[in-house]
C-alpha cells in the first residue's frame, strides 16, 4: 500500500510538471495604415496659413491593426526633400510650402515586432496664395523604373511613365534620353504616356526624364532615372 501511494504521488508530480508549461504569444505584425488626408492626387486647400510661403497640414490616416506608432513620410517633388516624424495617433500636422507638390506615406510599426508595414503613397498640391492653375505633379517613371536591367527586343525598348494634375490639363511631355547622367531632349510633344521602339544598344546605360507641360504654359520635370540594356 505504501509503495502503491508513493507511485501515485510520482505520477501526480510529473504530471503537474508536463502541463504547466506557458504557451507564448503569437507577435502579430503590424497591418497597413489607410490614407486619409490629404487626398490623392487632389489641391490641398485646407490647412492653417502660417506666412505667405507656408502653412501647416494636418495628415490623418486610419488606425493599423496592431500598430503602436507611426512614421509619417512627406516628400517635397520640388526639391526631393524628404522629412519624416513619428508619432502615436493617427493624426500629424507639419509645416509645408505652399504652391508646392507633395507625396507622402506612412510606415507602421509595432513595440512587440520588428516587422514594419507601408503604407499607399499618396500625393497632392498644397495650396498657394493667389493661384488659379497648379503646375502638373512630376511624371512618375515607370518602364524602366531605376536601376533596372531592360531586355531589349530587336535593338529595341519602350518609355513608359504616368502624368497628372490637380487641373486636368496636362496637354503634352517632353521626352529626354541620353548615355550622359543629365540626358537631353529626345522627342517634344508626346501626347501619350509611352514611348515605343526606341533605338538602344546593349551593355550601355542610360538616363531619362519627363518633362510635363500643362495648357496654362505650367511645366514639371520627373526624376532622372537610370537603367542598364541586356
Known amino acids: 500500500m505504501k509503495k502503491l501511494i508513493l507511485l501515485i504521488g510520482y505520477a501526480l508530480l510529473f504530471a503537474g510538471c508536463g502541463g504547466g508549461k506557458d504557451v507564448p504569444e503569437a ?3 503590424p497591418g497597413k495604415a489607410a490614407l486619409l488626408f490629404p487626398a490623392k492626387d ?7 496659413v502660417l506666412s505667405p510661403t507656408q502653412s501647416a497640414i494636418t495628415f490623418k490616416w486610419n488606425a493599423a491593426d496592431h500598430a503602436t506608432s507611426y512614421e509619417v513620410s512627406v516628400k517635397n517633388l520640388l526639391t526631393q526633400t524628404l522629412t519624416s516624424q513619428s ?3 493617427t493624426s500629424l500636422a507639419l509645416t509645408l510650402q505652399r504652391n508646392t507638390p507633395y507625396s507622402w506615406t506612412v510606415i507602421s510599426r509595432s513595440s512587440q515586432s520588428d516587422s514594419i508595414r507601408r503604407s499607399d503613397s499618396w500625393k497632392f498640391y498644397n495650396a498657394g496664395p493667389g493661384t488659379t492653375n497648379y503646375a502638373p505633379f512630376p511624371a512618375e517613371l515607370l518602364i524602366p523604373a531605376l536601376g533596372q536591367t531592360v531586355v531589349a527586343s530587336n535593338g529595341k525598348i519602350k518609355l513608359d ?11 503634352n511631355y517632353d521626352v529626354y534620353l541620353g548615355t550622359k547622367s543629365d540626358p537631353a531632349v529626345w522627342v517634344k510633344d508626346i501626347k501619350d504616356s509611352e514611348l515605343n521602339s526606341i533605338d538602344v544598344v546593349s551593355g550601355q546605360r542610360y538616363f531619362w526624364k519627363i518633362v510635363s507641360h500643362d495648357a496654362s504654359g505650367n511645366t514639371s520635370y520627373s526624376d532622372i532615372f ?3 540594356v541586356r
Open 42 to 48: 487632389e489641391l490641398c486647400t485646407q490647412g492653417t
Open 27 to 29: 507577435v502579430l505584425p
Open 161 to 171: 511613365w504616368s502624368g497628372n494634375d490637380v487641373d486636368g490639363d496636362i496637354v
Open 226 to 228: 537610370q537603367f542598364t
Open 87 to 89: 508619432t502615436t495617433a
